[in-house]
């Protein structure tokens, strides 16, 4: 009985922690780093939104944007991002979660690189890893610089670009210095193919 | 993707750095927050709210009925707040959360665990984000600290009932520690790129010609404390490997290094606390060593690129992302399995099959190298006490751990601890195989599919939250294994620590004598890390087999 009253007096100091922690920890911190925020980088607090050429909001640079179909054909005229285990779409985030013997994986994972060897004119043997795998997202909007370089021939070529403005604007999206060196140099498709919508001289 | 080991040496050499460079100034600010008696305004304004008498220590008795009543008030509180979630404000359009998926996540949270079975874009709204999630964060983190602290004055005093205040010793450390960290590290992570906002954004696909919904939320607030507090539970499905979490390999390498802060940090804390300076760095060299290994086998086993559908890729890629790839990747797998965070930067379900076999080591070996925030350092502290006894066994006088006599009692007490969750994930692992209906759940075949269920309860019991995310475990049988995993490879430990704790408490100090093994300096440490691994080696090694090691070796 001594313990039940103990347990029952523990309960009730319990619930009134709980209550006003919740509204240190679960509200008012929140409101701090919102605050601080929104003050010292809105642009990243916001989603790191990039806008066009006529300055509407047109994609986040963290996050990839297909050139699907809903029947799934990549358009010729941009950029293509990494495969996606969630068809790019935002709402949702997920990784294939296939084990690296997986007949499954196997499968896609050839499928995509005669896709992607067909969409380039290139051998199969060409096609890089990234390019044919899903990354751990299904969000990527990076891919590697040789990949960014085999797609250079085919954008340009759709889009009626010169191959040097298209490689310059390949440069321009590809990361360098430490984050390359921790990570791995890579090219942001999303924000590219934005800059590829405003210089292309057609629609 | 190719494994830059110029980059990995580097960012390995600069973790241990910067967080030796730090273990001393914050272990100091630790042991002075354990050690301080004087209250803060607003914390007595806290206390006088909470019902809270700040000037009273419990026996371990009263601080454990403490700890068990706050958990089982939190599971309560996070079970059905999310079962009303279609009544709350900042839900959406969201309805309550089913009730095997609601009471599975509210015990995740609560034990730190933070298995994720729920999808969270499509689940919790910005309401059960903030105040039910994101506040257990905070304080299962907390409660893990607090557990360690007891245990350490137990140790340090004498012939005493007292081991402090349970609900100080949690808002101390929820307030003066967790939280200010926690916020610097938010504006760090904003900075990097992480969201943080209340709104979605739709922004115009030029490529597809179609409309795309950008979703915000308060990220970089729960990314921080997730990280810093080793809960590991994300603001989205794909964890750390969402950009909008972990937008670049500068803030991947941040968050290792949040994750290992607090941690690597508890060893001095400890020296101090219990006079001995010698004592912690003995503690910290054997976690360093521990990580220095697994981390160097994981960059190894990431490195192999094993696999028939990686060979066929061309070369690793499911499931890194780009802007990562191995390195980054394989520093922070180790990390978070080694502590027991289990967050992830990359799909563990696609890494080569030994480096998966690392990650389940590292948790195998009780997270301790640094492990989970204060539950690192107990289970440490334990495994000492073990230590001890097999050298007092060798030498044949009775053990002594730091002036406290290891009687029958303290040993049985440690032997039961390192048998709790070895017996759990090998129990219900061994269920679960026995079931078809629990099996197909588990789509893949072969080793592979024994690997996903072992990993599932290994993760569970040991509070990592790591997943092979191959396996659904929304549904029933599931949601109550796991949820029963998290539960008793949470409490049943603590029970064990805090009856630890109150009877050392207890004792007066034994003077040391030419017979007491010292423990500190490499010898101990070496019988430490021995026994650690041979512990973990005996328990586990006949199921690692039939996983990882099957798949791994027999390609």
């Excluded at chain 1, 999206?173 to 430490?178: A, C, E, K, S």
Aim: charged share 10%; no cysteine.
């Amino acid at each position: 009985m001594n313990t039940l009253t103990g347990y029952l007096r523990q309960a009730g100091t319990a619930v009134r922690f709980l209550l006003f922690a919740t509204l240190v920890l679960g509200v008012a911190y929140h409101l701090a780093v919102f605050g601080a925020g929104q003050l010292i980088a809105p642009y990243q607090a916001n989603g790191s939104i990039i806008k066009d050429s006529a300055g509407a909001p047109a994609a986040s640079a963290l996050i990839a944007q297909t050139s699907a179909n809903d029947a799934g054909a990549q358009d010729p005229r941009w950029f293509h991002a990494r495969p996606s285990a969630v068809k790019w779409d935002p709402a949702s985030s997920s990784a294939s979660n296939l084990g690296p013997n997986d007949p499954k994986l196997l499968d896609a994972v050839t499928t995509n690189r005669s896709a992607v060897a067909a969409a380039e004119g290139i051998s199969a043997l060409d096609v890089p890893a990234e390019a044919v795998t899903s990354s751990g997202s299904g969000l990527d909007p990076d891919i590697s610089p040789a990949y960014a370089r085999l797609q250079i021939p085919r954008v340009a070529a759709a889009q009626h670009l010169s191959a040097g403005t298209v490689i310059s604007l390949v440069n321009k999206h590809t990361t360098g210095g430490l984050a390359a060196f921790l990570g791995q140099p890579s090219v942001n498709v999303t924000a590219l193919n934005v800059d590829l919508a405003a210089a292309a001289p057609s629609k | 993707m190719t494994f830059n080991s110029a980059s990995f040496v580097v960012q390995v050499a600069a973790l241990l750095i910067v967080l030796a460079a730090l273990h001393k100034p914050l272990g100091i600010y630790l042991a002075r927050v354990f050690e301080g008696t004087a209250s803060s305004r607003p914390e007595r304004l806290f206390y006088r709210l909470a019902g809270i008498d700040a000037g009273t220590e419990q026996a371990w008795s009263v601080y454990l009925r403490s700890v068990l009543a706050f958990s089982a008030v939190s599971i309560l509180a996070v079970f059905v707040l999310q079962r009303l979630q279609g009544l709350l404000p900042g839900s959406g359009s969201l309805p309550g959360v089913d009730p095997w998926i609601a009471m599975n996540t509210a015990i995740s949270f609560v034990t730190n665990t933070n298995w994720q079975t729920y999808v969270p874009e499509t689940t919790v709204g910005i309401f059960v984000q903030m105040t039910l999630l994101a506040v257990q964060n905070f304080l299962s983190a907390a409660v893990g600290i607090v557990i360690v602290v007891a245990l350490i004055r137990g140790i340090a005093r004498t012939r005493t009932q007292r081991l402090g205040n349970f609900w100080v010793d949690l808002a101390r450390t929820s307030f003066r520690i967790l939280l200010p960290i926690a916020f610097v590290a938010a504006v760090v992570m904003i900075l990097g790129g992480v969201v943080q906002n209340f709104w979605a954004t739709d922004v115009n696909n030029h490529a597809a010609g179609i409309s795309q919904t950008i979703p915000g939320g308060p990220v970089a607030s729960q990314e921080a404390i997730k990280i810093l507090g080793t809960n590991g539970g994300g603001y989205f499905n794909a964890n750390s490997a969402h950009p909008f979490e972990n937008p670049n390999a500068l803030i991947s390498l941040f968050e290792v290094f949040l994750l290992l802060l607090i941690p690597s940090a508890l060893p001095y804390a400890f020296g101090r606390m219990v006079g001995d300076q010698r004592q912690g760095y003995t503690v910290a060299a054997v976690m360093g060593t521990l990580w220095l290994a697994s981390i160097s086998l994981m960059g190894w086993a990431v490195a192999s690129g094993q696999g028939t559908a990686t060979a066929a890729a061309g070369g690793l890629g499911e499931g890194f992302e780009q802007r990562f790839g191995p390195v980054p990747s394989a520093i922070f797998a180790t990390s978070t399995t080694l502590t027991s965070t289990g967050a992830v930067n990359a799909a563990h379900d696609s890494l080569p099959p030994l480096a998966g076999g690392v990650a389940m080591v590292n948790m195998m070996l009780g997270e301790v190298a640094p492990g989970g925030t204060g539950s690192g350092l107990y289970g440490l502290l334990i495994l000492s006490i073990i230590s001890v006894f097999i050298a007092g066994l060798m030498v044949g006088r009775t053990p002594e751990y730091l002036g406290k006599k290891i009687g029958p009692t303290e040993m049985k007490l440690a032997a039961m601890y390192i048998l709790v969750t070895p017996a759990l994930v090998l129990a219900l692992a061994g269920i679960t195989v026995l079931l078809p209906d629990a099996m197909a759940n588990a789509p893949a075949t072969g080793p592979h599919q024994f690997s996903e269920v072992l990993y599932a309860f290994t993760s569970a019991s040991n509070n990592n939250g790591s997943a092979f995310g191959g396996i659904t475990t929304s549904g029933p049988y599931f949601s109550v294994m796991m949820g029963l995993a998290m539960l008793l490879g949470r409490f049943l430990p603590i029970v064990l620590v805090l009856a630890l704790a109150g009877s050392l408490a207890r004792q007066g100090k034994v003077p040391a004598s030419a017979g007491t093994v010292p423990t500190h300096g490499p010898l101990f440490g070496g019988l430490l890390l021995g026994v650690t691994v041979i512990l973990t080696a005996l328990s586990y090694f006949p199921a690692l087999t039939l996983g990882p090691l099957a798949e791994g070796l027999l390609k």
